[in-house]
């Protein structure tokens, strides 16, 4: 194979490389963003008889994400969230939360608020009709709502399919001996695997890193 051959050859693996790697890892950052983005600034937990009425630091236009969980199973609740920043604007909102699930099984929902002003703001939130663990992250990324987050996993995605069906390995079923009475049958392997080298996967393994981590978390810091 000529030089220009090789070269090819090696950008191709890259990119098929970096496609499963990128669709890999913006999956997963959906699930890995609560805990490895943003910083905790209050756990709680309210029920039907205690509510949360905390002052806590918010800064301006850094969203804050109050995450709900409960092990209660079956139920529903309408939560009321009220806040007061510190020009004594409130804002106020309801969040159901709940729902049918396995016994012992945690369910989480989030809701989330961008602050207007930095300061201390007076949160309350109550009507809680079972016990509810409350949390607030500033500063956690939501993957999913990013503007390329999409984008980038439809391209991986087409990427991923056309080298599955120009590179991938099949197998098919075709006469050993054509126009035999009794037809016998030999399997046929058609393509051939591609071979990637260790250095090919250290590029594609970088790129896929450097490009999941601007476009699902928007080059915020993570917490390691």
Known sequence: MSVIGKSINSIINIVLMGSMFTFSF????????GSI??????????????????????????KVTFIFSTTEQARTELLNITIVDPQNTEYSWQKGFGGHNQSGEFIDDFTVFSPKSSGIHQMKI????????VKLVSGMSHP??????????????VLLFIGAML???SKRRAPL???????????????????????QALIALSASLYIVYNVAFQACPINI
């Open 37 to 62: 983005t943003g910083e905790e600034i209050l756990s709680a937990s309210i029920g039907p008889s205690s509510d949360i009425d905390e002052s806590v630091m918010f800064t301006e236009n850094e």
């Open 26 to 33: 913006l999956i997963l950052s959906v699930f890995v963003a």
């Open 167 to 169: 590179f991938g390995v």
């Open 177 to 199: 001996i054509p126009g035999l009475p009794i037809p016998l049958y030999r399997t046929v392997t058609t393509g051939k695997m591609r071979k990637f080298t260790a250095f």
């Open 126 to 133: 109550s009507n809680a009709d079972f016990n509810t663990d």
């Open 144 to 157: 999913s709502e990013q503007p390329l987050f999409l984008k980038i996993l439809i391209i991986s995605t």
